[in-house]
């Protein structure tokens, strides 16, 4: 079982950048992979990025491909989202989860346990 914390959401023009922090507690942070969904009004949960137990292998959606990426810091049981050049399409409710394998899924069925959310929200 893992806990996650999301963090470091809030209000941003566009253009600008926000870096999202998800800190895990529970089982060995580095037995999952780690994805980021988002989830805006009215819309369904959408995949973000992913990335792989050990942080060399990562994935992105092809809307924030160039523009978010992840990483993960296994010995401090974070992994993160740096979201640079925001549009006001990027405004969700963002969302970090484990993945009980090796490498991320792109699904939101692919994922154990999820975090309560951080709002992301860019003006125009």
């Known amino acids: 079982q893992v806990q996650l914390v999301e963090s470091g959401g809030g209000l941003v023009q566009a253009g600008g950048s926000l870096r999202l922090s998800c800190a895990a507690s529970g089982r060995t942070f580095s037995s999952w992979a780690m994805g980021w969904f988002r989830q805006a009004p009215g819309k369904e949960r959408e995949f973000v990025a992913a990335i792989s137990r050990s942080g060399a292998t990562t994935y992105y959606a092809d809307s924030v491909k160039g523009r978010f990426t992840i990483s993960r810091d296994n010995a401090k049981n974070t992994v993160y989202l740096q979201m640079n050049s925001l549009k006001p399409e990027d405004t969700a409710v963002y969302y970090c989860?484990?993945?009980?394998?090796?490498?991320?899924?792109?699904?939101?069925?692919?994922?154990?346990?999820w975090g309560q959310g951080t709002q992301v929200t860019v003006s125009s």
């Open positions: 989860a484990a993945d009980d394998a090796i490498y991320g899924g792109r699904r939101v069925y692919d994922y154990d346990y």
